[in-house]
């Protein structure tokens, strides 16, 4: 069964924390990994891909660990802007039968960052 | 702009009257996807594209017809709409299935 699992939420800092989230999926030969943002009520938007090399864009970082079948998002220095629910998302290619477009989505963490 | 479009944005209609939702894209993407949301089961794929053509299940099709005779639309059909088709759905367009491009999703109530 094909499952994206993702840290429960919601997840409640205080402005300038660091937070952590992760994110395991069931099959090793899954193919491409995402992070993707969704504000309220909004549509979901990328924020990261996940390389096998780890990636960072400002105060995001995004690793990924095959061995162990996770990926991770830490969110350095938090702002209230932050505040959204972050989605785990995995492209599981042709593992299934199916192609390369069969994406499968965590329910997402909520982050909720107070002043 | 490059975009994606939904329409209609909110609907209500009841058990059994067929509906079409529209998505248009303006980047010339290839792949193409349809997507409902309902809370606690987070999004959840009905259908994919690759091209022209050529469309795929993806994890919850039962219910869901789509086609894809021209690149920049991808219409979601529901045959006949039951209650528990009840959700928001999203179309999504992307180059290369690295970054996907949402559109501002379709709210549906089905009585």
């Known amino acids: 069964r094909k499952e994206v699992e993702q840290d429960p939420g919601p997840f409640n800092v205080p402005e300038g924390a660091t937070v952590a989230f992760n994110c395991t999926y069931s099959?090793?030969?899954?193919?491409?990994f995402f992070w993707y943002r969704q504000d309220c009520r909004k549509e979901p938007k990328l924020l990261m891909s996940?390389?096998?090399s780890g990636n960072e864009d400002g105060r995001f970082t995004a690793q990924l660990n095959r061995a162990s079948q996770y990926i991770s998002l830490l969110i350095r220095d938090s702002k209230l802007s932050d505040s959204a629910t972050y989605l785990c998302?995995?492209?599981?290619?042709?593992?299934?039968?199916?192609?390369?477009?069969?994406?499968?989505f965590g329910k997402g963490t909520k982050l909720s960052v107070k002043p | 702009e490059a975009q994606v479009t939904q329409n209609p944005r909110y609907l209500i209609t009841v058990t059994g009257k067929k509906l079409t939702v529209t998505c248009s894209q303006n980047?010339?993407?290839?792949?193409m996807s349809w997507y409902r949301q309902d809370p606690g089961l987070g999004l959840r794929q009905i259908y994919y594209s690759m091209n022209v053509e050529v469309t795929d299940k993806g994890d919850v099709p039962e219910g869901y017809k789509v086609s894809r005779k021209e690149k920049r639309n991808f219409p979601l059909i529901l045959e006949s709409p039951s209650p528990n088709q009840t959700s928001l759905y999203f179309c999504?367009?992307?180059?290369?299935?690295?970054?996907?491009?949402f559109g501002p999703g379709t709210r549906l109530t089905v009585t």
């Open positions: 099959n090793s030969a899954s193919q491409s």
């Open positions: 996940v390389y096998s």
């Open positions: 998302v995995v492209n599981m290619g042709d593992l299934y039968g199916g192609s390369q477009g069969n994406l499968i």
């Open positions: 999504a367009s992307s180059p290369s299935l690295e970054e996907q491009y």
């Open positions: 980047m010339n993407h290839e792949y």
